[in-house]
């Protein structure tokens, strides 16, 4: 079981939440790997300036998969609102690994 799983945060029927979570990643990487390697914008064959559309969709899937990520408790400010006892969660080698 996941750690998420433990502390009552995933259960079975959470996995479509958890999967847009993936895809939302995923489209963060990949767009996030053009704006890299590509830069920010580029230039039309007019002459001008503009932003790539990737640059848009990575600041889509940023700002949802930090929406997704407070669902699950995985944000700073979602986990201090959370009432969970992590040391009786954990098992003696999780508390030896923390």
Same mark, same amino acid.
């Given at each position: 079981? $996941? ?6 945060? /995933? ?5 479509? =939440? ?6 939302? /990643? ?14 920010? $914008? *580029?230039? $039309?064959?007019?002459? /001008? ?15 949802? %998969?930090? #929406? !997704?990520?407070?669902? *699950?408790? %995985?944000?700073? =400010? =979602?986990? #201090?609102? !959370?009432?969970?006892? !992590?040391? &009786?969660?954990?098992?003696? *080698? &999780?508390?030896?690994?923390?």
């Amino acid at each position: 079981m $996941t750690r998420l799983g433990r502390l009552g945060l /995933y259960t079975e029927i959470d996995e479509p =939440a958890m999967a847009l979570l993936a895809e939302e /990643y995923a489209d963060l990487r990949e767009c996030l790997a053009v704006v890299q390697a590509d830069g920010r $914008t *580029f230039l $039309t064959d007019k002459g /001008y300036v503009v932003q790539r559309p990737e640059v848009a969709i990575l600041r889509k899937a940023r700002k949802d %998969m930090e #929406s !997704l990520l407070a669902h *699950f408790g %995985m944000t700073p =400010a =979602a986990r #201090s609102r !959370l009432m969970v006892d !992590l040391d &009786e969660e954990m098992n003696d *080698f &999780e508390r030896l690994l923390d």
